[in-house]
């Protein structure tokens, strides 16, 4: 596997690889590797012919007095996984490779970056939406992989894509869980053993939606106090959002037609957890 730090030696390697002809596969991280990340390594060397992964826990998409500084990172150990996993080229650029000291630019999307998790952590979509469209000029994707985990920025991304006419196809993988449901999650580490326990309550509020959407009800307020009702009883857990909403604009709803998706961002101590679900209708 090649380590890459700088940009324009990443750029140079795109350029050879397109040159050969060769179908670039994407998956921009910011480390800490787990099994979801990975999973989409997979996915990546199936639509490609090389498959690049970036390594960057990129300042700009914290705010004041998020996780920042104490964000986990274990690159070498990242490394090794990579390279088992078959990936051709990690790019791992510095802070000052990325964000030289006069970088003014940044990409918005409107409307979708405000809602949902974009409310609590205020230009955290700026920020994830200017490092992406860099990478992808840097590493000159023909596809990019991304993590449903994440389901806004998946939205997010797809838009941007689409409104500035780029050519890269964003492809989508399944969220990767715990045995016990818990989403994987490189900010599971900030649980303590009583929190780790009580974040399932993540994924059984999803599954406890999904059953009364089996059983019938359509009315999104009855689900989401359910699900509400549910979490309120892990003393540790404090609710952000739980928003039942369109799967492609991000619309909330009020009753569940066809398609629905159900959206949720618990605190749980000095974790916030995020998950979701695609609510499949009988
Ligand atoms: P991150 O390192 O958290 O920025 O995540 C990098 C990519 O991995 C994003 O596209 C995430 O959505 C994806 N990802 C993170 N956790 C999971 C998971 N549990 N299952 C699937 N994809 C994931």
Redesign the pocket.
Known sequence: MRIVTHVNEMKSIADEYRKEGKIIAF??????L????L??VDIAKKKGDVCVVSIFVNPIQFGPGEDYDRYPRDVRRDERLLEQRGCDTLFYPSTSEMYPEDFLTRVRVEKLSNILCGKSRPGHFEGVTTVVLKLFNIVKPHVA??????YQ??VIIKRMVRDLNLDVEIVA?????EKDGL????RNVYLDPVEREQATCLFRSLLLAQDMVKAGIRDTKTIIEAVNDFIKNFDRARIDYIKIVHPDTLEELEEIHDRARILLAVYLGGARLIDNMEIDVP
């Open positions: 998956v921009p991280t910011m480390g800490y787990h099994e979801g990340h999973s989409l992989v991304f993590g449903e985990k994440d920025q998946l993988g399944e969220i990767i869980r989403a994987m999650s490189s």
